[in-house]
């Protein structure tokens, strides 16, 4: 069976607070273990004779902290298998051992494994230090975090924030500039150096950005956030984002936002995300990370509206969309693989097959052009549709082919408008020219959508130099003859070629 590990929090610092329960334990113990002396009752207790074997050559041989705690775990159940029955290995750790000690998280996992009897005994954690010296009450609302694995999202201003485990400066480096993605560069911080410990406590009230110049990092360093109601602390939150949308929509709200409904929204969600692909096509990030915003908030109304009529909630949006991503990626979540893009995609297809199955729809009885969105642009749908017929078969076996289509809707369309029917009938003939160029496209890899919106582009760009030469020559188009657009037209054109060419030298 082996020993008992016997685990003792020594803690926060003060040898006064050390309950007799624990020092007659860590007394009458026949093996001390300790996880690092650099903590005052280990000194204290080693100056009135109890001793203690360190794990601190762990730190020195380890590049990283889990490595530590690993390794340390490891050492105390080999220990303790190889004791005689009923030994008992005394483990000392600083305050409370159910409190940010990764090491006894871990014995408290294997222990069990290993058939090896865990005795946790408590003590003064940090936190009842911390909440004396700071002097505020945690039912206000209250957060733990660890610096080691601290983000920006993880801190909620409206609660009081503790962040432990800052052994260093650069440790606390990496505290400011997660703080500093909520929190102006001057927001007022609190450190915390050896709370409790009489004579070496230490409270330095310093601003944000001074964060990492303070000196005196170490085992018994902390680093707190007063709780505040400053909203615009939250300025960067999508629950902020989520109250601001729901009080425009409430009684109080906006007028015109509590008059939309879906139909009325439907044109807005289409013109923000062309705006979003405008920005797209200029590369410009902070038009597109504006832009971003108004699609966003698209999203957010109508997510709100449903919200009002109890259906679901913003976050059922998220919740569906991340269960989604999860199941269709089993190559990144799962147990699958996936060597290049296209394997990846036979994922998605095939996790999008089965979650067809689980709706009771079974996808071969479904036709082959199903999914594609009803109202998708006319060419980027017609691509959409192709690319469906053709991956079971149905496309041409090559250019040749396509060439050939291409000239017979060329020659039946010339031969609508000449012979002048009806206006519906050429249309139809121009939307058979239209279809199959678009099977042109998708068989060279281009995107018709695209193409034609660099074609505009370009349209655009050159027009606007026809303009421009006409207004400084005082003259508008529309008293322009065509031939002196068509030179300046020339003259754009040579001159994109020309920067083209220098461009790539």
Not at 3 to 20: E, F, H, M, Q
Not at 177 to 203: C, F, K, N, T
Not at 230 to 255: K, M, T
Request: aromatic letters at 8%; charged letters at 30%; one cysteine or more.
């Amino acid at each position: 069976m082996g020993a008992v590990i016997t685990v003792v929090g020594l803690g926060s610092g003060d040898p006064d607070k050390l309950t007799l329960g624990s020092l007659k334990r860590l007394q009458d113990a026949e093996e001390r273990y300790v996880r690092t002396k650099d903590h005052p009752v280990v000194q204290w207790l080693e100056e009135t004779g109890v001793a203690f074997t360190s794990f601190d050559d762990v730190y020195e041989a380890s590049d990283d902290f889990p490595s530590v705690y690993e390794e340390i775990t490891r050492r105390l159940i080999s220990l303790a298998g190889s004791a005689p029955d009923g030994r008992e290995i005394l483990y000392a750790v600083p305050g409370h051992p159910m409190v940010a000690e990764a090491t006894v998280k871990l014995l408290k996992e294997r222990c069990p494994e290993a058939g090896i009897p865990l005795e946790i005994i408590g003590g003064e954690s940090f936190l009842d230090a911390a909440f004396t010296a700071l002097g505020f009450d945690p039912i206000e609302g209250f957060q733990l975090l660890d610096a080691s694995s601290l983000t920006g999202a993880d801190v909620d201003s409206r609660r009081h924030t503790l962040i432990g485990q800052v052994y260093d400066v650069f440790t606390a480096s990496d505290v400011k500039l997660s703080l500093m993605e909520s929190y102006p560069d001057d927001y007022p911080i609190i450190v915390g150096h050896a709370l409790g410990v009489q004579g070496a406590e230490q409270v330095l009230h310093v601003p944000l950005y001074e964060l990492d110049r303070v000196e005196g990092y170490g085992n018994l360093s902390l680093v707190y956030v007063p709780a505040s109601s400053d909203d615009q602390l939250r300025i960067r939150s999508f629950e902020r984002l989520h109250e601001i949308v729901a009080i425009l929509r409430s009684p109080g709200g906006c007028p015109w936002d509590r008059e939309q409904t879906h139909q009325s929204l439907r044109k807005n969600l289409i013109e923000e995300a062309y705006e979003v692909l405008e920005t797209i096509d200029e590369d410009d990030p902070d038009h597109m990370r504006e832009e971003l915003g108004d699609l966003l908030l698209q999203v957010m109304l109508h997510a709100q509206m449903e919200e009002e009529s109890g259906m679901f909630t913003a976050y059922d949006v998220i919740q569906t969309l991340n269960e989604k991503l999860l199941y269709r990626h089993p190559h990144v979540f799962g147990d699958k693989s996936a060597k290049d893009a296209e394997a990846a995609l036979g994922n998605w297809e095939a996790m999008k097959a089965e979650e067809k199955r689980r709706k009771g729809i079974d996808p071969e009885q479904l036709s082959v052009l199903s999914g594609v969105p009803r109202d998708l642009p006319a060419l980027m749908k017609a691509y959409k549709l192709q690319k469906k017929a053709a991956k079971v078969g149905f496309d041409w076996d090559s250019m040749d082919g396509i060439w050939a289509k291409i000239e017979e809707e060329i020659s039946e369309f010339r031969a609508a408008v000449e012979t002048g029917l009806d206006a519906q009938e050429q249309t139809l003939e121009l939307g058979d020219l239209l279809f199959s160029v678009v099977n042109a496209a998708r068989r060279i890899g281009a995107d018709p959508e695209e193409a034609l919106s660099m074609t505009n582009a370009k349209f655009v760009r050159r027009f606007s130099y026809v303009e421009e030469q006409l207004r400084g020559a005082g003259k508008r188009p529309e008293d322009a003859t065509l031939k002196e657009m068509d030179i300046l037209w020339d003259q754009a054109k040579e001159l994109e070629r020309a920067a083209k060419e220098y461009k790539n030298r």
